[in-house]
């Protein structure tokens, strides 16, 4: 199904595949806690992958990466990528996390990457990922909480999405996210944000 948010993201992808990271430090602090989390035999699986970066970076770390997104142009630069880098461990898929079918307690890890806010159905999303995880599986998230400096951005979200200048946003703060999580019996077993502005990192785990 294409509805709003795909059109968007296809439209930018090669723009969003330009731009550099905001915030390279942050970013490298992220990557290097979430390998700390891999081991090599590990099966695991990124929703709303975008162009791949984050994929293949961490692909030398683990069994293999099942990556997904929405949008077609961002897999087909992702592929790309994965290609002139001789990637050969992660699958990359036009699918949305609705969509994936996966067995209950078969991954080890998943990585949800600035995605939850963008998503109508957050919480049962967090629901269904917990089910893909196996016992002791973790699931990393970095994900921006508008509730906690931007409130007002509920009231110009509608409109700019109305109008395709943006996809859908969902505002909430910091603590209404570890709810979500904890709601869903998940233990956040890592926490770091860099700012109040800035995107929240968690590392949440599944008991077992």
């Known amino acids: 199904m294409i509805n709003h948010s795909t059109k968007f993201w296809e439209k930018i992808a090669k723009r969003y595949s330009e731009q550099p ?9 992220k990557l ?17 992958c975008g162009t791949g970066s984050t994929a293949i970076t961490h692909a030398p770390y ?3 990466i099942h990556a997904i997104d929405i949008s ?4 087909k630069i992702a592929q790309g990528k994965a290609e002139a880098q001789n990637i050969t ?3 990359f898929e036009q699918l949305s996390i609705d969509e994936l079918n996966v067995s209950d307690r078969t991954l080890d890890v998943v990585l949800g990457l600035s995605i939850l806010h963008l998503l109508e159905n957050k919480e049962e999303v967090i629901t269904k990922v917990y089910q893909m995880l196996k016992p002791g599986g973790i699931f990393v998230t970095s994900t921006m909480c508008l509730g906690d400096n931007m409130k007002w951005f509920k009231l110009i979200a509608p409109i700019g999405k109305f109008f395709g200048l943006m996809p859908l946003v969902k505002v909430f703060t910091v603590k209404e996210l570890e709810a979500s999580l904890t709601n869903s019996s998940f233990a ?3 926490q770091w944000q ?3 502005d800035k995107a929240v990192f968690i590392v949440a785990k599944k008991p077992g």
Not at 22 to 28: I, V
Not at 39 to 48: A, C, K, S, T
Not at 72 to 75: G, L, Q, Y
């Open 194 to 196: 860099p700012s109040q």
């Open 188 to 190: 956040i077993d890592y």
């Open 72 to 75: 077609s142009n961002m897999i």
């Open 62 to 64: 683990v069994k293999h």
């Open 21 to 29: 990271i905001a915030d390279e430090a942050a970013y490298q602090k």
């Open 32 to 48: 290097q806690v979430t390998r700390e989390y891999f081991q090599p035999n590990m099966e695991v699986l990124e929703f709303g």
């Open 89 to 91: 461990n992660v699958t």
